[in-house]
């Protein structure tokens, strides 16, 4: 009948209900494609009495079996092991997560780096961390779908911004020839320094080409020593 095989699919959907690693033993391992959600995450976990959490920066390129959460939903809704209620209520977590699952484990070389909690809290920028609570209120909400954040804080100045997204890159990826050096390549760098900036930008700047092109370029000046 196509899709999923059931039972995987079931162990999918256990999967996606725990919380914090909770519940019985999973054959999956979630990844997300949203750095504000990972960042929630764990610090949702911490709170939540979990110790030792550690984000883990992964290539995505490098991980050939991984299938998006909401694809096991749909598969478990068409074939009814799932009911309606239940169905929503995960697919707003999934969606919010951005969440990807993988059966068995992460490839080695997929793994950039590891990093302590604590050292990505040192280093994150405060905009950065409130866009993750703000991730938390809207899925409390019960929003079906994670609106742009409009107020961005864009108080922030665009220098400031920039500097502060770069230290957050640097503590997720290691200094480039540094001793925890991951070997990312400097324009892989370049990409989540500018997504880290992206996330405070509010709707009318991200439409704009002129303005993203010019802070591309403010991006590029401020990681050339990388």
């Known amino acids: 009948r196509g899709g999923h095989p059931l039972s995987l699919t079931r162990a999918a959907i256990r999967h996606i209900g725990r919380r914090c690693g909770g519940g019985a033993q999973s054959p999956f391992v979630s990844l997300s494609f949203s750095l504000a959600w990972a960042i929630y995450y ?17 290539d995505a390129r490098a991980v050939r079996r991984s299938v998006l959460a909401v694809s096991y939903l749909k598969n478990a809704r068409k074939r009814g092991p799932l009911s309606l209620r239940y169905y929503e209520y995960l697919r707003t977590w999934a969606n919010a997560a951005q969440e990807a699952l993988v059966y068995g484990t992460v490839p080695a070389e997929a793994v950039v780096r590891v990093v ?7 280093a994150g920028p405060e905009w950065f961390f409130d866009e993750s609570r703000e991730l938390l209120r809207r899925y409390s909400s019960k929003a079906r779908t994670l609106a742009p954040f409009l107020d961005a804080r864009c108080d922030v100045t665009r220098g400031p911004a920039i500097e502060q997204s770069v230290r957050l890159a640097r503590a997720l990826v290691g200094k480039r020839g540094g001793r925890r050096s991951s070997g990312v390549g400097i324009e892989m760098f370049r990409e989540m320094v500018f ?18 092109r010019r802070f591309r370029k403010s991006v590029r000046k401020a990681t050339v020593g990388y």
Do not use: E, M
């Open 42 to 58: 764990a610090d949702h976990c911490v709170k939540k009495g979990r110790t030792n959490v550690r984000i883990a920066v992964v």
């Open 116 to 122: 302590p909690w604590g050292q990505v809290v040192k």
């Open 195 to 212: 997504y880290i900036f992206w996330s405070l930008l509010s709707d009318d700047l991200r439409s704009d080409a002129t303005k993203i």
